[in-house]
C-alpha cells in the first residue's frame, strides 16, 4: 500500500526523527532499531534523504514504533526496551497488512480465554456479535444522515439495524450487516476527489471520485484503484494493529473471534472489535476528503492500476494510532465483561474452577475520554503547498492571482471614474468646497490658532485619531484625510478648528496628559 520515490545516489541528508502524537513511524530502505548505552537508536532511509533519532529512557514521548516494509532489523534489545517503556510495536507489510501487532501485556486470567473459546457454546457469541454490528450500523446510520446527507440510506440502515434484534444467529447477524453495507458504501459511490489545479492533468480519471468500495482487481476491498479507498485500507490495517493489542491487554486471544470466519493468518477476534469503529475511521476520511484537496505525490500507481501510498504520507496517517486505540479500548474491555460474565453461569466453565464461580475475573475500564485524530493537512487548491487556514490558496497563488487581477480591477475603477456621474459628483465636491473656502473669514477661528499653532500643537496629535473620524469631521475623502493624519497635505485654516476639537476629544482618551486638556480648554477650544 505504501511505496517510496526513486531517487539517485547522492550524499546521505540526515534529517532527526522526532514523535508526532507519540507516534514514530519508520518507512523506506535499511530500517534499524536498536539500542545503544540505554538509548533507543532508530534509523531509516530512502536514497539520500536519511533520517536518525536517538531517544533516552525518559523523556523520550514514544507510545508507538511503527515500522512500514521487511528491510531492515530490530534487536531484541530494542523490543525490550519498548517492553519496558510500556510503548507498542507495530509491523506492517508495504500493502497495508499486519505483520505484527504487539503493546503492554502482563499474564491474565486463563478462565476468560476459555470463555472466549466456549462462547459459541454459552450464547454470549449472538450477543457480542450483536452489540457490535449494533453500534457499527448506529454510526453508519449517523453519517449517512448528518454528514452525506442521504436520508433514504439512512433509512435503509435504520431498517437493517431494527431486524438486527431479531437476529438469533451468526450467519443472519452478518447478512444483516451485509446489507447495511451495501447501502452504506453505495451512498460514497459519487462523492468528488478533490486536486490541486497543478496537478489535475497528471490525475486518473477514475482518481476523481470514490468509486466503489469493492475493488475490481481483487473483488475485495484490498487492492484499491483510488486514493480515497487507499487511505481507508492503511487506516483499517492501523486500526487493526490497535485491535489486536487492545485485546491482549484485556486478556483475550486476539484470533478467537465470533463474527469473521476463522482462517490462516487473520486475527479474528480483532476484526471483530473493529467493526465497532471504523465508523470513526470513515468519518475520519470523509471529512478530509470533503474539505481538503489530496496532493498527487501522495500517491502512486502500479502498472496493475493498483493504487499504493507514498512512505511519507503513509507515516502521517500513522500518527492517528492513538486516537484509534481510544476508540477500540473500551470496546475490547466491554467484549472481555460480556465474557466474564459467563464464568459463573456457563457450566463448563464453572466446573473448571471452584474459584471461578466466586471470583470471576474482573475488567478494568478505562477512561470513555475520545481522542481526536490529528487535522487533515491544509492543502493548496492551486498548487497543492501549504496554507494558511481560512484561505483557499497559499500565499504565493493568492499574490499571484491579485497580481493577476489588480490591472481589471484598475481599469474598472477608471472606467468608473471617468464616468458622467462621477464627474458630475467631483464637480459638485469642487464647487462646495469653493463656496465654503470664499465664505470663511480669519475672524472667525480663533487668535491663538495661527499655522505655527496647527503644525506644532494640532498636527502631531491627529496620529493618535482614525483616518476615518478625520474624514467624517472634514466632509473630505479617506485618502486625503490620511495624508492630513500624515502631515503631508495642511487643510484650509477654515478646517483648523474642527480638527482642534477633535484632538481635544480623543486626549480625554485614557494615557492622554492633563495638562494637554487644560490647555485647550484655557483657548476656548470647546468639543
Known sequence: MTASSNVPEVSVNSKPITPRRGVVSLTGYGIVARVDRGHLVLRDAVGSEQREGRFPRIGHGIKRLVIVGCDGLISLAALRWLHDQRAAFVMLERNGKVLTAAGPSRPRDSRLRRAQALAVQSGHAVLIARYLIDRKLSAQEHIARETLTNEHVAADIASARASLQTAEAIEAIRGVEARAALAYWSAWHQLPMAFPRSALRRVPEHWRTFGARRSPLSGSPRLAV??????????????????????????????????????????????????????????????????????????????????????????????????????????????????????????????????????????????????????????????????????????????????????????????????????????????????????????????????????????????????????????????????????????????????????????????????????????????
Not at 453 to 462: D, G, K, N, S
Open 226 to 527: 483510488n486514493p480515497a479507498n487507499a487511505m481507508l485500507n492503511y487506516l483499517y490495517a492501523i486500526l487493526e494493529s490497535e485491535s489486536r493489542i487492545a485485546a491482549v491487554v484485556v486478556g483475550l486471544d486476539p484470533n478467537l473471534g465470533f463474527l469473521h470466519v476463522d482462517t490462516d493468518a487473520r486475527a479474528s477476534l480483532a476484526c471483530d472489535l473493529m467493526e465497532a469503529v471504523r465508523q470513526s475511521v470513515d468519518a475520519y476520511v470523509l471529512k478530509w476528503i470533503m474539505n481538503e484537496p489530496l496532493r498527487r505525490e501522495w500517491f502512486f500507481e502500479e502498472r496493475d492500476g493498483n493504487c499504493r501510498l507514498m512512505g511519507p504520507f503513509a507515516a502521517q496517517l500513522s500518527e492517528t494510532a492513538e486516537a484509534w486505540a481510544h476508540a477500540v479500548r473500551p470496546v475490547a474491555e466491554r467484549v472481555a465483561a460480556m465474557l466474564a460474565e459467563t464464568i459463573t453461569t456457563a457450566g463448563a466453565c464453572v466446573e473448571s474452577s471452584k474459584t471461578g464461580r466466586d471470583n470471576p475475573p474482573t475488567i478494568k475500564r478505562t477512561s470513555q475520554t475520545t481522542l481526536a485524530p490529528p487535522s487533515a493537512p491544509r492543502v493548496c487548491r492551486s498548487c497543492g503547498g501549504e496554507r494558511r487556514k481560512g484561505r483557499e490558496q497559499c500565499l504565493k497563488c493568492q499574490n499571484a492571482a491579485l497580481s493577476a487581477l489588480f490591472p481589471r480591477i484598475l481599469e474598472n475603477a477608471r472606467a468608473k471614474a471617468h464616468r458622467p456621474e462621477a464627474q458630475t459628483k467631483r464637480a459638485d465636491a469642487l464647487r462646495r468646497n469653493m463656496f465654503a473656502c470664499a465664505a470663511w473669514k480669519p475672524s472667525d477661528s480663533p487668535v491663538w490658532l495661527t499655522p505655527e499653532a496647527y503644525v506644532r500643537e494640532i498636527q502631531p496629535l491627529l496620529s493618535s485619531v482614525k483616518t476615518s473620524e478625520i474624514a467624517r469631521t472634514m466632509t473630505v475623502s479617506q485618502s486625503y484625510a490620511a495624508q492630513v493624519r500624515k502631515g503631508q497635505r495642511i487643510p484650509h485654516p477654515r478646517q483648523w478648528l474642527p480638527l482642534a476639537q477633535l484632538v481635544e476629544a480623543s486626549a480625554a482618551a485614557p494615557g492622554r496628559s492633563r495638562g494637554t486638556i487644560r490647555r485647550w480648554r484655557s483657548r476656548g477650544v470647546t468639543s
